[in-house]
């Protein structure tokens, strides 16, 4: 009942807040806020001794891909012990530490090496879906292909002989504009109401499947 | 008497040439005018932190004089001073908000200084002016309404199925696949992964994902299929495990539920999706559900999972990831099929009554467009200023 009782009671605040600007209401979102990352910044221990204790699990018990397991502890242990003792203490984010000097260049390539294959898989991804398989999938294929030509300096150029304004890219914007805009405002549209609907459920605890419960 | 007149003549002659000498007054430098009008109300609905000060511009402050500064506002407790300065504003600005330590219930004279250069020309001194709080943000009625309608229906249609009278649903695809996606799994004798997303407890769409993990968690207790949840938020994990224990005693099958079925990787949007990829390269799950809240990686995940073969049923309310959901998995709840997703799996009446609410919410709007594009093709009214929320 308590978890009920304070999802209820956070949540209509939360409602009421956005309504008046009175004191207390107004300095309630920040407040709660802060709370949260607070308890967020503690959480963070639960996780990180949770994927140790797995890690370590595995490990000895030689399970499947164990020696990645191994990665997995010698990176955490590496990096905290590299952050709390050798970069100079709170200090440890300044430009110049050994702390620093592994996020610049071992963490920031591993992650946009991560984001660079969004390349690959976009392409790859796009190659199966724009198929003429039937009239919605070729209306695709010919709206991509539009707004793909019309986003590079070529699609103006083979259509350079129509007036400005009627050209491939003036095309690809209307597209981008019009159709695609009311589509994606109408799915907007339906998000808000799931949304409140949701919330609504989880004020009035019809919803518990985030406490474990059941209706 | 003539050698004086002539001297006479001379000096004047004389005088007439030396410097200053002008035969008229020289034109004077053009002078450093006041702003005028000037006013000071409080804020409209705000916590009574802040004032706003208007004025109208100096006669001087045109875009010709470069030399004009703009304008600085003074203030004080009493019309008698001390005056000091709370903020500054360019040329050609009329207004400035001073929020800047205002105590409650005290009183503030303000004055408006325009500068050129070392010279000033302050208006006259206005107030005085309270901070106060308003109860009520006059600028949001129309979200109060709209809430309130909402809501209003949402309640009453979950009272209506609460008597047991029958609602109907439309075939969600990708919801009705579940139990097909869990089979095939269970076949297959290969696991089940359920992604719920990057965000943390504090995203409805990550609340949205854990009932649906309490769902197909039910599902796969009774099939006997092995279901892992890796997480990417602390919190997320807990309240998962929470979730899916609660799921397997609910089918009776306590024993087989571990708390290292749900399990956290990272925080980090990459490494989460890099350690995912390799769970799933490595592992080649049968079945995969991407349900919650995702950003940039879901292309990486979906993707992934499409090149090892598994089914794939996703569900977002991220409207820019949704074309690579649609494109990549077999099937793809799309905006608000993901947050009823719950409620249609539990068929529980309440749930379901609140599907109903929300359906006519939806109507209430389409009938408002249908209504609104009229009136404003027509130019009868500004309909959409009615929607504008401050």
Redesign the interface.
Known sequence: MVPLFLTAFVGTIF?IQ??????PF??MQGLLTDW?QI??AF??????L??MR?SAESVSKRE??WP?AVIIIASFLLMAVIGFFFSGGTRFQDPGTPFDWMYQNVYNP??AT??A??AF??A???Y??FRARNREATLLLLAGFLVMLGRVPVGDQITAFLPDGYRLSNLADLIMNIPNKAG?RA?????A??????????I?G??R??????? | MRRALLLALVLMLARAGLPGARATAPPESPSLLPPTSAVAVDTP????RSLVVRWVLSPSDREQDVAFAGYEILRAESPEGPFVAVGDTPARTNEFVDNRELRDGAQYYYQVVARRGEALAPSVIVGPVIPA?????TG?VN??IA?LV??GL??YF?EHARRGRPIFLRKIAGLDAVDEAVGRATEMGRKILFIPGIQ???S?QT??G??I??RVARTTSTYGATLEVP?S???V???AR??V??SYM?TGHPDSYHD?MV??????Q??Y??ALE?IMV??KPATIFLQGHFF??S??L??NG?AIGAIQIAGT?E?SQ?P?F???CDYTL???E???A??YL?R?P??LG??K??DL??AI?LALLLVGIVVQTTGVFDFASLFLVQ
């Open positions: 409602v956005f309504f008046v600007p009175h004191r107004s300095s949260v308890i967020v959480a963070i221990w639960l996780g990180a949770n994927l797995v499947k891909g990645y591993l992650s991560m984001f294959m969004l898989y976009v790859s991804a796009s199966r879906a994606q799915i907007m549209i339906g998000i109401l799931g949304i409140v609907s949701t919330s609504l459920r989880l009035l019809i919803e499947s985030h406490l474990g419960g059941e209706a | 609905n705000d916590a009574g709080a308003q109860w009520f943000h949001r979200t109060l809430v909402l809501s949402i309640i979950i943390d407890m504090d409805v609340l949205a854990i009932a993990l309490g997480v938020r602390s919190l994990m807990v309240a929470e979730t224990k609660e609910a290292d399990y956290y990787l990272t925080d980090d990459f490494g999706a890099a390799g490595r592992e940039a990686e292309l990486i979906a993707e499409n309310a409207p949704l690579f649609v494109a990549t799309i905006g608000e993901f947050f009823v719950g409620a539990s529980e309440r749930q609140s599907l609410g929300q919410g939806k709007i």
